[in-house]
C-alpha cells in the first residue's frame, strides 16, 4: 500500500510540476535558462530524480 501512495504522490508532482511550467512564457522559460523542449526532462526529475 505505501508503494502505491508513494507512486501517485510522485506523479501528483510530476503532473503539478510539468502544468506549472507550461504555463509559463518563451520568455519566462528563457528567463530560467529552460526551453520548452526541456519541461518533460525537467518535470520527471523533480518526481522521480531521473
Not at 508532482?13 to 525537467?42: K, P
Amino acid at each position: 500500500m505505501a508503494s502505491i501512495r508513494e507512486a501517485l504522490a510522485r506523479r501528483k508532482v510530476y503532473r503539478q510540476t510539468l502544468a506549472e511550467l507550461r504555463s509559463l512564457s518563451n520568455r519566462e522559460l528563457s528567463d530560467l535558462g529552460m526551453h520548452r523542449s526541456m519541461l518533460t526532462r525537467i518535470a520527471l526529475e523533480a518526481a522521480y530524480g531521473k
